[in-house]
Structure formats: structure tokens, C-alpha cells
């Protein structure tokens, strides 16, 4: 009888051990990303999520993924999308995808020595370019034809790659000493990555005069 409780205990607590060893899982399901970790893509084009796959040691595919973080594909920046998964013991295992938007004309942003020629003078001036944070191809300046508060955006057609078109579109700024509404609309062309012109028209209260913009990287 006391073999047989002896027996009894060894199985119990067998049973025991068994079951503590089963159940102690601490291992985190893999997450594997389906395309690119890091990928980027074009200001105001489209942008699809590939997607991710789990796999847990225990409980195999895992197919209730969460996924947080999202895409603007209207503004340029750096946007992470993680990828989450957890198993029926609690364990969370994650992967996260980095995407970036960008303006394909964001090589033309830098500093520029100007020339400004209308009305027979000629102004030489500093200037900034930015790309648009909203507009692919499109760049800004700071002081259009040497006039302050001169915020003025241009488009570059084929912005990577030289030579390309430049259009200046049709656009109302208050500026200049005295300030006034000035509308400026014209063309031009980059023959080089370090410089092009713009042929521009601005009229201003009726009156209208023909100029020429040239933009030197310095």
C-alpha cells in the first residue's frame, strides 16, 4: 500500500511538472515583412501595403496582425508602419516598415545667387529654394524678381534630370516696397543641375513687364 502511494505522488507531481513546463511559454511569434523594410515613393503618387506575416513556435501562423501607423502620400516625410502580433500565451512580436515620401525636385533646394534683367537693369541677388512639402516638382523661392515677401512656386517638369522644362504658373503675390498684388506667369529652362532661368511676365495695377530670372547654385 505505501509503494503504491509512493507511485501515486511521483505521478501526481510528474503531472504537475508537465503541465509547468507546458504551459511556460516566452517565446514571441516572428514577424516577417512582405516587401521592402525600407522603401520610398513619390510626393502625391499612390503607395499599397504589402503587408506582414507571423509565426508562433506553438501556435504556428498567426493571421490577426495589427498594424499601426500610417501614409501620407500628400506630404513628404518619414512614416513607420508596425506590424503586431500576439500568441495565446500573451507573447507580442513585431516588425516595423519605414516609408518615405518625397518631392522629386528636392535636389533643386539650396542657396542661389540670382540675376534679375527687366526694363533694361539688372538686379543681383541671394535667394533660397525649398521643395514643396504638398506639390511634387514644385520648389519655392523667397523673393521673386528681387521683391521682398517674393514667395513664389515654379514646377519642374522632369525635375531628375537635365535638361527640363520650368513653368512658371499664373499666381497673385502681395509683395515688394511698396506692397502690391503682382501676378507673375512664365517659362524657362534648366540646361545644368546648378542652373537655369525663367522668362517671366508681371503685371501690376493694368501695367505688365517682361523680365528674366537666372538661378545659380552657389
Known amino acids: 500500500m505505501k509503494k503504491m502511494k509512493n507511485l501515486l505522488a511521483l505521478a501526481i507531481i510528474g503531472s ?5 513546463c507546458d504551459g511556460d511559454d516566452t517565446t514571441k511569434p516572428v514577424v516577417t515583412l512582405k516587401g521592402a523594410s525600407d522603401t520610398t515613393i513619390v510626393l502625391n503618387s499612390t503607395w499599397t501595403d504589402p503587408g506582414a506575416t507571423a509565426e508562433d513556435d506553438e501556435d504556428g501562423v498567426i493571421t490577426d496582425i495589427q498594424v499601426t501607423g500610417t501614409v501620407n502620400v500628400n506630404l ?13 500565451a500573451g507573447n507580442t512580436g513585431s516588425k516595423s516598415r ?13 542657396n542661389y545667387s540670382v540675376i534679375d534683367e527687366v526694363g533694361g537693369s539688372q ?14 516638382r514644385m520648389v519655392w523661392v523667397t523673393k521673386f524678381a528681387y521683391y521682398t ?5 515654379f514646377k519642374f517638369e522632369n525635375p531628375e534630370s ?6 512658371l504658373p499664373q499666381q497673385t503675390v502681395y509683395c515688394g516696397d511698396p506692397a502690391a498684388d503682382r501676378t507673375f506667369s512664365g517659362s524657362g529652362e534648366a540646361s545644368t543641375i546648378e542652373s537655369f532661368y525663367i522668362n517671366y511676365t508681371e503685371s501690376t495695377g493694368g501695367t ?4 528674366t530670372e537666372t538661378y545659380t547654385k552657389q
Not at 149 to 153: E, F, Q, Y
Not at 208 to 211: A, E, F, I, M
Request: aromatic share 12%; hydrophobic share 35%.
Open 149 to 153: 515677401n517674393g514667395a513664389v512656386k
Open 208 to 211: 505688365s513687364v517682361t523680365g
Open 123 to 136: 538686379y543681383t541677388y541671394s535667394d533660397i529654394i525649398t521643395f514643396s512639402q504638398t506639390e511634387n
Open 162 to 167: 537635365v535638361p527640363t522644362d520650368i513653368t
Open 98 to 110: 519605414t516609408v518615405r515620401v518625397r518631392n522629386t525636385a528636392d535636389g533643386w533646394a539650396g
Open 76 to 88: 513628404t516625410g518619414t512614416y513607420v508602419i508596425t506590424y503586431s502580433a500576439t500568441d495565446a
Open 16 to 20: 504537475v511538472l508537465f503541465v509547468s
